[in-house]
């Protein structure tokens, strides 16, 4: 947000809100749809691969968002734009994949 709108306040608070969205919904999402899916049984095993698992992707995706947005000259919007079209991707593959899991 800073990119977008150097010193204007109004892209500071928008882009803390968007962070505080986007760091707290994956602790909260994340047990309820492991619960979900899994059910209350193993939950504490299950968990713990997937949070195993959501860290080093973390990692791994900060990672390589740096390598990408060097690669194209520091501009910041094709990257953005591969991140929402995967993220849109998983989405839909996982939303489809949850309704064939009961066929």
Do not use: E, H
């Amino acid at each position: 947000m800073m990119f977008l709108g150097p010193g204007k306040s109004i892209m500071l608070l928008l882009g803390a809100f968007i962070f505080g969205i986007c760091f707290s919904t994956p602790m909260v999402q994340m047990p309820l749809l492991v619960n979900k899916i899994f059910g209350i049984r193993q939950f504490t095993q299950i968990y713990s691969v997937v949070l195993i698992i959501f860290s080093l992707a973390q990692a791994a995706g900060q990672t390589l968002w740096g390598f990408v947005a060097d690669a194209m000259g520091g501009s910041y919007f094709i990257p953005l734009s591969i991140a929402i079209g995967i993220a849109i991707t998983i989405t839909v593959a996982g939303s489809v994949a949850y309704k064939a899991r009961n066929k």
